[in-house]
Nanobody, 128 residues
């Protein structure tokens, strides 16, 4: 049974940090690209970052570049998203997703339809 389970969300003040984790099971984790998508109320789901399976290459949306860092530990079947200098506009539900495709990493990061498996999502709220 495939599972993706997010953890590490919560409430943080502007300028603060959070680290999200995505623990995976039930599929060949190390060959899949793992993405972090986020969705704010009333807005479409947005790809924040993606990290490839075997080589660990990454892509970030312009809105998070320089503040968010994705990493993965294939031995633990886990992907992390370190989020620094958080802003109120980073508020939303964050989902991790797993997919495999030959398209570019940027294309994968921008298209939720490239992903086969999804976590249930976790709330991140940035507010004073």
């Amino acid at each position: 049974q495939v599972q993706l389970v997010e953890s590490g969300g919560g409430l943080v003040q502007p300028g603060g940090s959070l680290r999200l984790s995505c623990a995976a099971s039930g599929f060949t984790f190390n060959i899949y690209t793992i993405a972090w998508f986020r969705q704010a109320p009333g807005k479409e789901r947005e790809g924040a970052s993606c990290i490839r399976g075997r080589d660990g290459s990454t892509y970030y949306a312009d809105s998070v570049k320089g503040r968010f860092t994705a990493s993965r530990d294939n031995a633990k079947n886990t992907v992390y998203l370190q989020m620094n200098s958080l802003k109120p506009e980073d508020t939303g539900v964050y989902f991790c997703a797993a997919g495999w495709s030959r398209v570019s990493l940027q294309a994968m990061c921008e298209n939720p339809r490239e992903y086969d498996y999804w976590g249930q999502g976790i709330q991140v709220t940035v507010s004073s």
